[in-house]
């Protein structure tokens, strides 16, 4: 029996020791379970995944608690940053997926990597997570992290739905969701939405600042401009520097809205000292439109110069307030630059319209008649229906007044019907310009239509005196010496004394009666002109030809007189007065004086023109006296030392009579045979005939007698007038400038009568018609031909033209010769004048400057023929100087073109000085040398472009950007020419390539400026 219990005994003891070493084996695993999950929640991973690791491998581990382990182990590799963190999470979860943490696996993953701020893999595990399976706070979690995450990657639209279900329930993210979900309407510009959003989030302290900015701008964008200001000004001292900047930015466009200029300065003003970067334009705009209303010109003028140009209306409105305040300032240039741009952008109507009259009134106050000229017809035909209209039309008025743009002045006039007398005044006078203009260009036909059209319209009766009198002078130019004497007569009816032009008048009188061969007027006059004494333009002129009145009225002792009195004077025509007074005395019988004046002729004045006629004449007395051989060694010398003299067949003919009358017969006979065969068409060739009839009578010989006379007969057919006929209507295509016409005319005619007298002067004017048909190659031969001739009256001419045309085909040895030959044979200032102006223009071809300077001076000295000849000499003088680095000696000729008179040459010579001025950094010099221009020579359309293209580069220089651009812009908008265009656009590219290089690197050092402010501000917020 005991050995039954003792059995019992351990029977029942053994199950209790199995269940107690069990219980004991258990209690050891749930320990380090445990362990595990304490050092998991105190974050103390390494450990916690010891222990999780340590119950997953011991051998009585529950499988729950495992598959716990296993999770827990597995993010905590995750926590630590271990590389196969996410790959043993998305482990468990595809071995355990009805595992209760399997869900909440992906959902620990994507919070894991929100805390990293790795959001884009935060969402990726969000959107795993099966949100249905988290429960309370988790739940809430899991929309506001997967919402911020959305919001962070600028998924709006997916975020948004997220934060409106947050903010609509009492929950810890409620402020939070309030703000993000106004901060995405903000930024869809649903402002209605955003603003209550945010006023709610506004009440938690943690938003108020952040929401400050937004809150404003919606203020703003509403219009809400004083609960703005109420609302950010409170708010202002608790915000960080860069909210503050913002909102005080928000707060001066409120006050600017409200036209508080004096406030919303105040804040401008705070901006700008915190502000560490370039200020945008519409920003620039505003401080300058606020500084304007405050009457702070030199600042609005300043921050309106920084908005700079666009193609904008910001542009347009800046550029019209600009305009304003320069021309408060009296800066006219810089207001008409202003007026331009505002005027060109054309965005606003009225503002276009009023800078475009602005503009106008400016021209024309600074004096650049033709700009304004310009600019009124242009605002009449752009705003016909202006309210500027009446008053525009004044001032264009007035500016053709002032014009120098003489032809479209009467284009434009003329096509006025009815014109007030204002108009009628100012086409008086453009027409009487244009044709003064004309006259000096020595276009003496157009200058009479103009004068024609002029007098049309006498409302003022001193330029009508004055047009007449230039008429006359037209006239007297083109020898329509009865014309001329009616105008003259006209100006002198409605002319004064004191008039400028009176005492020419006198002269200009004196001078188409003498020519009209009405010495006894004509020598009235010239001694009225003469009592203006010898300061008189043209008093030497005038005592030589009143002492050619009296001898040719046989007042033979006043004609001495006179011409003695030119002697005495030591008159440029002192020469002509020994001659005159030679042929005086001869005439009385006083042949020793008579020959005392030729002989000092031919000692004293060897170049003189008269040198071959004081030969012929002293041989003449000699004639007359009967001293037959001292009359042929006279005629002798002339025909062997003068081959060029148009006395030779004259010399011929008198010494054959000579000769005949010492019964030299056939010495007489070679004289008259030497005219017949050399000079058939002269006026000796038909005394020779008959000389040589004589002759052979005498001499009992028959001679050549009959072919001379068939030769005569061709020369001077007894049909002559029917070839004058058919000449004249040649001439006449000519003279009215239908040369194709002409051409042929002439062509036929030389054609027709290859022997005539004419024939050589129809030659002469086919080569000119060719010449001045442009067909240079034609004429250059016949001109050859002509001069190779000699006998006709046009040599000289056709030498002239030779030289012209050599020097444009770059033929410059043989133009030199021809220009030298048209010197040598000069008988007034207009032949030396066209003589040294062709040889300077070849030494400037040549680079030869100081050959040019030499012919300008002779120009000046001896060929100053009219204005234009005299600056076309200072300029050549100056250019050459310049060309050398002379630069003193140039601006004095470039000044003296400038002083003498508004021609082209003067534009050039004032661009030139510019030039300098602008090469030697004067440039404020050298622009007001420019508008000089402008306004004295706004006629040469080539000079004013070149004159704005220097302008712009003036302002350029002197870093006045705006003006530099908009005087660009200028031209590429109004120039006609395509190269000033070009040009213009060239160098406005250029500014523009330099300006944005120099944006581009301020730019940079901004953006590296608020990276450091973003650091900073991040820094802080850690």
Request: hydrophobic share 35%.
């Amino acid at each position: 029996m005991n050995k039954k219990i003792l059995i019992l005994g351990l029977i029942i003891l053994f199950p209790f020791s199995l269940l107690s070493q069990y219980a004991f084996v258990n209690t050891k695993a749930d320990d380090i379970y445990q362990d595990g999950v304490e050092y998991f929640e105190q974050k103390q991973y390494t450990a916690a995944q010891n222990k999780f690791e340590e119950y997953q491998n011991h051998k009585n581990n529950e499988r729950l608690k495992a598959e716990n382990a296993e999770y827990y182990s597995a993010l905590i590799s995750i926590y630590l940053y271990h590389s196969d963190g996410e790959k043993r999470v998305k482990s468990f979860v595809e071995f355990h997926p009805t595992h209760p943490k399997a869900s909440e696996a992906y959902f620990e993953l994507g919070n894991f990597y929100f805390r990293e701020k790795n959001y884009a893999k935060s969402i990726q595990y969000y959107e795993k997570t099966d949100d249905d399976k988290l429960r309370g706070e988790d739940k809430t979690h899991f929309q506001f992290k997967l919402a911020y995450a959305y919001f962070s990657r600028r998924a709006f639209d997916e975020a948004l739905p997220y934060f409106n279900r947050l903010k609509r329930r009492d929950n810890q993210y409620q402020s939070a969701s309030n703000y993000y979900a106004g901060y995405i309407y903000f930024e869809q510009k649903d402002f209605d939405e955003a603003l209550i959003d945010l006023e709610r989030a506004a009440e938690n302290d943690t938003y108020k600042v952040s929401t400050a900015n937004m809150m404003a701008n919606i203020y703003y964008q509403r219009g809400q401009y004083q609960k703005l200001i109420d609302y950010a000004e409170d708010l202002l001292p608790r915000l960080s520097r860069l909210e503050a900047q913002n909102v005080k930015l928000l707060i001066a466009d409120a006050y600017f809205e409200q036209n508080k200029f004096s406030e919303a300065n105040e804040y401008f003003q705070e901006y700008r000292s915190g502000n560490k970067g370039k200020l945008d334009r519409e920003l620039l705009y505003r401080m300058g439109y606020v500084a304007y209303q405050m009457k702070d010109y030199d600042e609005a003028i300043k921050l309106f110069e920084e908005v700079g140009i666009a193609k904008d209306s910001l542009s347009q409105y800046n550029a019209y307030y600009l305009g304003g305040l320069y021309l408060r300032q009296e800066n006219y240039r810089y207001s008409s630059n202003a007026y331009e741009q505002a005027k060109l952008l054309n965005y606003n109507q009225d503002i276009a319209e009023e800078s475009h009259f602005q503009l106008a009134k400016l021209n024309l106050k600074q004096g650049n008649t033709a700009n304004a000229v310009a600019e009124l017809s242009s605002f009449i035909e752009k705003h016909p229906n202006s309210s500027y209209l009446t008053q525009a039309n004044e001032l264009l008025s007035e500016a053709y007044l002032n014009s120098n743009a003489y032809e479209q002045a009467i284009e434009f006039l003329e096509s006025i019907n009815n014109k007030s007398i204002k108009l009628k005044e100012a086409y008086q006078k453009v027409t009487f310009y244009q044709g003064a203009e004309y006259f000096n260009q020595a276009n003496y036909y157009r200058a009479m239509q103009l004068f024609k059209k002029s007098v049309d319209y006498p409302q003022n009766k001193s330029l009508l005196g004055e047009t007449y009198f230039w008429m006359g002078e037209s006239f007297s130019t083109g020898k329509k010496f009865k014309d001329a004497i009616s105008s003259y007569e006209k100006s002198m009816r409605n002319s004064n004394s004191s008039d400028g032009w009176y005492a020419n008048l006198n002269y200009g009188l004196a001078h188409a009666y003498y020519n009209d061969k009405q010495f006894e007027k004509s020598l009235q006059y010239f001694k009225e002109y003469l009592k203006n004494g010898k300061s008189a333009t043209y008093y030497e002129d005038a005592v030589i030809r009143l002492a050619d009145c009296y001898y040719v009225t046989k007042n033979y002792s006043l004609a001495i007189n006179y011409y003695q009195k030119a002697i005495d004077d030591r008159n440029s025509n002192s020469d002509y007065a020994y001659f005159q007074k030679g042929v005086v005395n001869s005439i009385d019988g006083e042949i020793k004086l008579a020959n005392q004046s030729f002989d000092k002729v031919i000692k004293d004045y060897s170049n003189s023109n008269y040198y071959d006629n004081a030969i012929f004449q002293k041989a003449q007395l000699a004639f007359e006296s009967g001293q037959y051989e001292t009359a042929i060694n006279g005629f002798s010398n002339l025909l062997k030392n003068l081959p060029q003299s148009p006395l030779r067949p004259y010399a011929y003919s008198k010494r054959a009579l000579a000769y005949f009358n010492l019964q030299q017969y056939e010495n007489a006979e070679e004289d008259y045979t030497l005219i017949l065969q050399n000079y058939l068409t002269h006026s000796t060739a038909n005394g020779a005939l008959a000389g040589l009839q004589e002759l052979y009578s005498i001499m009992d010989k028959e001679g050549d007698l009959e072919q001379y006379l068939i030769a005569y007969k061709n020369a001077n057919p007894n049909d002559g007038e029917v070839t004058k006929i058919e000449f004249d209507a040649a001439q006449s295509l000519y003279f009215n400038q239908k040369y194709d016409r002409a051409i042929s005319s002439f062509k036929a005619y030389i054609d027709n009568y290859p022997d005539h007298s004419l024939t050589a002067d129809a030659r002469y004017y086919l080569a000119d018609s060719y010449y001045r048909n442009d067909q240079l190659n034609e004429a250059l031969g016949l001109f050859y031909q002509v001069v190779e001739d000699n006998n006709t009256s046009f040599n000289k001419r056709s030498i002239q033209k030779i030289a012209e045309i050599e020097l444009n085909n770059e033929e410059f040895d043989k133009a030199r010769l021809y220009f030298t030959k048209l010197l040598d044979q000069a008988e007034n200032k207009k032949d030396k004048y066209n003589a040294y102006t062709g040889l300077m223009e070849i030494a400037k071809a040549k680079s030869d400057y100081s050959k040019m300077i030499m012919y300008a001076d002779l120009i000046l000295e001896e060929a100053a023929v009219n204005a234009n000849a005299i600056n076309e000499a200072y300029l050549n003088k100056g250019m050459a100087n310049y060309n050398q680095g002379k630069y003193d000696e140039a601006k004095i000729s470039f000044q003296n073109a400038v002083d003498a008179a508004k021609d082209e040459y003067a534009a050039e010579s004032q661009y030139m000085i510019a030039l300098m001025q602008y090469n030697s950094q004067a440039h404020q010099e050298s622009i007001n040398t420019l508008f000089e221009l402008n306004k004295q020579f706004g006629s040469y359309p080539h000079w004013l472009g070149k004159s704005f293209l220097l302008i712009a580069d003036n302002y350029y220089a002197m870093e006045e950007i705006f003006q530099a651009k908009a005087t660009l812009n200028s031209i590429i908008e109004n120039a006609d020419s395509k190269v000033l265009k070009d040009e213009a656009q060239l160098k406005l590219d250029l500014i523009e390539e330099e300006q944005g290089d120099a944006q581009n690197k301020q730019d940079s050092t901004e953006k590296s400026v608020k990276m450091e402010e973003v650091i900073e501000n991040d820094s802080t917020k850690n």
